[in-house]
């Protein structure tokens, strides 16, 4: 069994590619108002809301129980593409790899497809592919969009 692995998703978004992705780049702490059974808080360890290379603290629940997660932003404008990784937290205590990683991409019409992945590295093979986490996040991407659409 492979200690290391890729899970991705793809998902159609009303909303308009820079209006989604701005939210991952520099309006991360309107998260939580979007995805609040998903996401509770947010905030700055290092750096700021638009840099790569910023530190951010994550409160989350997954399948109903809470958990913390450290991540430091990587921002690729040019891709549209946003990757978490993950430094500290209750994930990395059964993973030593763990990347969620969204790419957003023109679908026409003004719509967006969202590339959802998670890359990974378990600690050892006792321990899941992260499929929850897949989950958790295409459900915070669609509440996002969401609450894009409404506004």
Known sequence: MALSGKLEAVIELKSPVDKIYNVFKCQSHHI?????K???GFQIHEGDFETSGSVRI???TVEGKPGVFKERIELDDENKTVTFHGLEGDVMQIYKIYK????FKPNGE?????????EYEK?????????IYLDFIVSL???????????
């Open 110 to 118: 003004g719509t967006t497809l969202a590339v959802c992945a998670i």
């Open 100 to 103: 969620p990683v969204w790419t």
């Open 141 to 151: 991407t669609k509440d996002i969009d969401d609450g894009l659409s409404k506004a």
């Open 123 to 131: 600690q050892n093979e006792s321990v899941p592919a992260p499929n």
């Open 32 to 36: 939580p108002n979007h995805t609040p």
């Open 38 to 40: 998903n996401i509770q």
């Open 58 to 60: 994550w409160n989350y």
